[in-house]
C-alpha cells in the first residue's frame, strides 16, 4: 500500500503561480498529477518517472513544470502563468505494479 499527502494549491489571479507538492510512503516509478474541473472528467496533467523522463497534456506544456525528488518520494508541480480555466481540484497519482494510488485532492482556483 502507498499513501500520497498532498500540500499546496489555493487560490489565485490569471497570470500567477502555485506549486503542488506530494510526498509517497515509499519509492514510486510513475507519479503524476491529475486534475478533475467540475462537469468534467479527470485528466493527466503531467507525469514523471524515476529516470526523469516526462509528460504534459497539451494545455500546459510550456507553463507547468513536473519534477520529483526520489531521495526523498516525492513529486512537484510547478504551475505558472496560471489561466482560468486551470481551476479544479489537482490530484496525486502513483502507479506501481499495475496498481493506482491517489492523493485526497487539492483544490486550485484561479479567479479575478
Known amino acids: 500500500q502507498v499513501q500520497l499527502v498532498e500540500s499546496g494549491g489555493g487560490s489565485v489571479q490569471p497570470g500567477g503561480s502555485l506549486r503542488l507538492s506530494c510526498a509517497a510512503s515509499r519509492s514510486i516509478f510513475d507519479m503524476g498529477w491529475y486534475r478533475q474541473a467540475p462537469g468534467k472528467q479527470r485528466e493527466l496533467v503531467a507525469q514523471?518517472?524515476?529516470?526523469?523522463?516526462?509528460y504534459y497534456t497539451d494545455s500546459v506544456k510550456g507553463r507547468f513544470t513536473i519534477s520529483r525528488d526520489n531521495a526523498k518520494n516525492t513529486v512537484t508541480l510547478q504551475m505558472d502563468s496560471l489561466k482560468p480555466d486551470d481551476t479544479a481540484v489537482y490530484y496525486c497519482?502513483?502507479?506501481?505494479?499495475?496498481?493506482?494510488?491517489w492523493g485526497q485532492g487539492t483544490q486550485v482556483t484561479v479567479s479575478s
Open positions: 497519482h502513483a502507479r506501481q505494479m499495475f496498481t493506482d494510488y
Open positions: 514523471i518517472i524515476t529516470g526523469g523522463s516526462t
